[in-house]
């Protein structure tokens, strides 16, 4: 063996978790299942790398405390370990500065796809541009009025023309849009688009919010506790997604899978405004007896 191997196996020996530790308990409860690290990895959705750091205890390896934290809560839920206590002993280890962690963006995670593509950002520019462009001509010649010159009268002077009544614009229809997450308490989720590209996974501590990007193709939510979750539209409050007594997965929540969600299965004695129907369609609140 060459010595420029010999550094690597010591480094994994070294690397090996201790049976007490986090890395031990989550590792030891995984080989109790005959799981392997990649089944787990499947469960979690989190990569598999950061899955076998927690394990050796080399938390030094993975992007910051809020994702070793949100990483290994998610672990002990796939093997059925209490999440809070691996939490607290993570929390515990990084307090202890033993194993001192790189603070920095995550680099990989369980599908790379963070955003919309170059070529849908390029298409919406001008959708957004050609909308302008119409606007412009509407408000300054009105073509899409529908106003059209009559002829002129007989025995009338040339410079009388009929006109027909200007056409009024329609309506604009009400749109939901700004969608919010905030926690109440400490949880761990995942936002995802129809694409199952990652808008955001990791933990929110309590008060920490989440916005739903406005021009996300069909975002989604997987969570652990949704009672700890409030969502809110365009600034109005809805009923919590679950009791918290399982976590949840596949949720939409674009502005209109809320309001269908809503509106088809509504709370127990919800408010009207939990329906996301526009003001003037809601039905009036009953009151208590």
């Known amino acids: 063996m060459s010595e420029g191997e010999q550094p690597a196996r010591e480094t994994t020996t070294a690397g090996a978790a201790m049976p007490g530790t986090v ?49 290994a809560r998610a672990y002990a839920r796939a093997v059925g370990l209490d999440q809070a206590e691996i939490g607290r002993g993570i ?3 990084l307090a202890r500065g033993a194993m001192p962690m790189r603070q920095h963006h995550i ?29 412009v001509l509407w408000l300054s ?3 899409f009025r529908g106003t059209q010159e009559a002829p002129e009268a007989a025995g009338a002077s040339p410079s009388v023309v009929a006109r027909s009544a200007p056409v009024p614009p329609p309506t604009p229809t009400p749109q939901l849009g700004k969608v919010v997450l905030t926690a109440k308490n ?3 989720m995942r936002v995802y688009d129809g694409a199952n590209a990652t808008l955001f996974t990791g933990t929110l501590q309590p008060g920490q919010t989440f916005e739903v990007p406005a021009g996300a193709d069909r975002p989604m939510l997987n969570i652990g506790r949704p009672d700890q979750l409030s969502i809110t539209v365009d600034g109005r409050a809805l009923p919590p997604l679950g009791d918290g007594k399982r976590a949840m997965k596949d949720v939409g929540v674009s502005a209109p899978a809320l309001a269908t969600r809503f509106s088809a299965t509504p709370a127990p004695g919800a408010a009207p ?15 208590a007896q």
């Open 23 to 71: 890395g031990g308990r989550l590792r030891a409860a995984r080989e109790a299942q005959g799981l392997s690290v990649a089944e787990v990895a499947a469960r979690t959705r989190v990569t598999q790398r950061f899955l076998e750091a927690l394990e050796d205890d080399r938390l030094d390896l993975l992007p910051s405390p809020t994702y070793a934290s949100g990483f």
């Open 91 to 93: 929390r515990s280890e």
């Open 107 to 135: 680099e990989e995670i369980a599908d790379p796809s963070r955003g919309p593509s170059r070529g849908l950002v390029i298409v919406a520019a001008g959708i957004a541009l050609a909308v302008l462009v119409l606007g």
């Open 141 to 143: 010649t009105g073509m």
């Open 186 to 188: 400490e949880v761990w």
């Open 273 to 287: 405004a939990g329906t996301l129907t526009p003001p003037a369609s809601q039905p009036a609140a009953t009151a």
